[in-house]
């Protein structure tokens, strides 16, 4: 269904993972050659961005390969897959009011029973995302309720070695609220005063994760390509529901 061998890139202030040849190659390229075209903006502290999430997809009719690759991620095998092979570093990097919830035992929050209190329910969501030529996102750390993210690129076959990819921050400025950066001063500032941890590769099929807590800063730098370029990956999420 996916490939499970996850390849450790740091456990520096913030767990970054991969995993490559993630989805078979015919429906990784199926993907690439039907993703969708998205219109409407996001959120502000984004520039050039936009999206489409899971919802809207499966509210739309689209392609089998897009269907498919909805039915992995809405999978029992890919949530347990992943809320058990992170279970005990999630718990471990969270802040003590966090700490004490994730340490319960993870599971889909569609799946009611009486013995609810003893579980942590999550979601798994997510978007289609699409970053015009020279946009990108502010540096953050994600919101609260996050508990993994993955992203899952899709380079131009024009431009494959291109750096877009995420670039992860080492500061120890925590942001439990997960409060974005809202001016180009306050972005240049951060950047002063920070180093890149790691930038991630704009590669194909090769899925890209990390843990989510109050110092996993993280953003899209902008890149000057060509007018029409257009930056295009899934992120797939984890949600805390209770």
């Keep these: 269904m996916f490939n499970k061998k996850i390849e450790y890139i740091s456990k520096k202030n913030v767990t970054i993972f991969k995993i490559q040849n993630f989805l078979s190659?015919?429906?990784?390229?199926?993907?690439?050659n039907e993703f969708p075209i998205i219109e409407k903006e996001n959120l502000n502290n984004n520039f050039g961005k936009t999206s489409l999430t899971f919802e809207d997809i499966n509210n739309q009719k689209y392609s089998n390969n897009i269907k498919n690759f909805?039915?992995?991620i809405n999978s029992t095998e890919f949530f347990y897959f992943f809320t058990k092979k992170f279970f005990f570093q999630i718990?471990?990097?969270?802040?003590?009011?966090?700490?004490?919830k994730y340490l319960r035992i993870p599971k889909p929050n569609h799946k009611n029973s009486i013995f609810d209190i003893f579980f942590s329910k999550l979601r798994v969501g997510g978007e289609f995302s699409s970053i015009k030529n020279m946009g990108g996102i502010v540096p953050h750390v994600d919101g609260t309720r996050k508990y993994i993210?993955?992203?899952?690129?899709?380079?131009?076959?024009?431009?494959?070695d291109i750096e877009y990819g995420t670039t992860f921050w080492d500061s120890r400025i925590k942001n439990h609220s997960n409060k974005h950066l809202k001016n180009l001063a306050e972005c240049q500032n951060f950047k002063k005063n920070n180093k890149i941890l790691y930038k991630t590769l704009f590669e194909k099929n090769v899925l890209y994760g990390f843990i989510k807590n109050d110092i996993s800063w993280h953003s899209v730098e902008p890149i000057e390509i060509e007018e029409n370029y257009i930056r295009k990956s899934i992120n797939i999420n984890f949600f805390y529901e209770n």
């Design 70 to 72: 909805l039915d992995i």
């Design 25 to 32: 190659e015919d429906l990784y390229n199926g993907i690439a």
């Design 91 to 100: 718990a471990l990097q969270q802040n003590f009011l966090r700490k004490i």
């Design 149 to 160: 993210s993955l992203m899952l690129y899709f380079p131009d076959k024009k431009y494959d």
